[in-house]
């Protein structure tokens, strides 16, 4: 069945910093892919998404690529904020479903 | 536009006690989906419906859990009887998806529940 792998947290980081989270995944047709953002006290919030393989996922400086050769989509992030400080879960939603399969999400922690 | 509701935000209750959980869409979007997230895991999808109907069930613990979406609009999650290993957030969502086209989903706060 379909899976994502996160790299597990917390990661901590300081203010200005380069920000990568990894993320693979497992699927049996062609997913589209996402990156959910959840901030203390908050739901789930759609952060970026990419739905073929070469598609470059952005929203508020972070970005995502579709690499199907490597069935990954990494979060990056040139310069992080003290505001990015949340929990960052990639996601996936294979070829004729309509539900998501999530990862176990990542805890960013940004330092003043 | 209003975002998803759900009531209530926090419930404790005791193992073998019943418990219900309630949520209401954004106007007008088809599909709805109930996921539990037990604390340090990702959401994992516990029911789809497509206005009233069931489209996925299949990680429906069907012993203990039922779902129902009357009308295809409010819809009810119910334990019953509670497990401890039924503590998590119980989130509520829902996309547009008109026709063959999907849509983004949309969550709720979710329910903390506690199963004491």
């Known amino acids: 069945g379909d899976s994502v792998t996160q790299m597990e947290g917390p990661v901590t980081l300081s203010e200005e910093a380069f920000l990568t989270i990894n993320c693979t995944y497992t699927a049996t047709g062609y997913p589209s892919l996402f990156w959910y953002v959840q901030y203390p006290g908050e739901g789930l919030q759609l952060l970026l998404k990419?739905?073929?393989?070469?598609d470059k996922g952005s929203n508020k400086g972070f970005e995502a690529t579709y690499r199907k050769e490597t069935t990954s989509f990494h979060l990056e992030k040139g310069s992080v904020q003290v505001s990015d400080s949340a929990v960052y879960f990639c996601?996936?939603?294979?070829?004729?479903?309509?539900?998501?399969?999530f990862g176990s999400g990542t805890r960013l922690q940004v330092q003043p | 536009e209003a975002g998803v509701a759900q009531s209530p935000r926090y419930k404790i209750i005791e193992k073998r006690q019943s418990v219900a959980f309630w949520c209401n869409p954004i106007s007008g979007h088809a599909t709805l989906y109930w996921y539990q997230q037990i604390l340090g895991q990702g959401p994992k999808l516990l029911i789809q419906?497509?206005?009233?109907?069931?489209?996925?069930d299949s990680q429906l613990p069907k012993d203990r859990f039922s779902a129902e979406r009357l009308k295809g609009v409010d819809s009810t999650l119910k334990i019953q009887p509670a497990k401890l290993e039924d503590s998590a957030v119980y989130l509520c969502?829902?996309?547009?998806?008109?026709?063959?086209?999907?849509?983004?989903?949309?969550f709720g706060p979710g329910t903390r529940l506690t199963v004491t």
């Open positions: 419906f497509q206005n009233n109907g069931v489209v996925d």
């Open positions: 996601a996936l939603r294979d070829t004729g479903r309509r539900a998501l399969t």
């Open positions: 969502a829902s996309s547009l998806d008109l026709g063959a086209r999907t849509y983004e989903q949309y």
């Open positions: 990419a739905t073929k393989a070469d």
